[in-house]
């Protein structure tokens, strides 16, 4: 369970303040998809940067599991950010230099786990968003819709808890955005992972179980 207390966010340009998040409360329950939307410059993406302990509020709480995540150390924070959430961009940030096999280990590595092990879960999961046959490719040999679905798989390698997704249709045609959405909603069926979803798309939304919506800075 995903549990903001208080949470509030400014950023400062030449000392004068601007605030983003003014107060947030909230709760979100293990399993659930939430759609997080609002007019550009909302704070959509200042908030899901929170979650995932990406970015550090101005004040307020972030709690997990009851636990607040910013009580931990750097390093532990890491080793957590790791080994609970995944993370889908709009922009893939997968690393040029490996192929998609490779990319999709790269958590598992950091956590410790031998190749042997790493290798097969990315296998298992390149084979589930259908992209068996395209393991040795690095991202410039891939299409757009399969590059976001080599980071869906990265993101999914540790079975974690959420699975934050930043306009993750963003740069896709209808028809690969369609793919790419029943894809997310079928892992969070599958592995009853937390869907959090920052979305300017009212259709994608409404595929969701419900909507927080930011505007000047509070949820309506």
């Not at 908030?47 to 004040?59: A, C, M, R, V």
């Amino acid at each position: 369970m995903i549990e903001a207390v208080a949470l509030k966010k400014s950023f400062f340009l030449d000392k004068r303040e601007i605030p983003v998040l003014k107060g947030l409360d909230f709760t979100i329950k293990a399993g659930e998809r939430i759609a997080i939307c609002g007019e550009s410059g909302a704070g959509k993406s200042t908030l899901l940067q929170i979650i995932g302990s990406l970015d550090k509020p101005s004040s307020g709480t972030i709690k997990v599991s009851g636990t607040d995540i910013f009580s931990k150390s750097e390093y532990e924070l890491a080793k957590w950010r790791n080994q609970a959430l995944g993370f889908v961009f709009q922009f893939h940030h997968l690393l040029p230099e490996f192929t998609a096999l490779e990319n999709v280990m790269t958590p598992a590595l950091i956590n410790g786990d031998s190749n042997l092990i790493a290798r097969g879960k990315a296998l298992q999961l390149l084979q589930k968003v259908g992209l068996e046959q395209r393991e040795k490719h690095k991202p410039g040999e891939l299409s757009g819709g399969e590059q976001q679905r080599v980071a869906l798989a990265r993101a999914l390698i540790m079975q974690p808890q959420a699975l934050l997704a930043d306009e993750p249709t963003g740069n896709l045609d209808a028809g690969t955005s369609n793919e790419i959405v029943e894809l997310l909603l079928e892992c969070n069926r599958e592995f009853n992972t937390i869907l959090l979803l920052v979305t300017h798309n009212q259709r994608l939304a409404a595929k969701m179980d419900r909507t927080i919506t930011i505007e000047n800075g509070h949820i309506l």
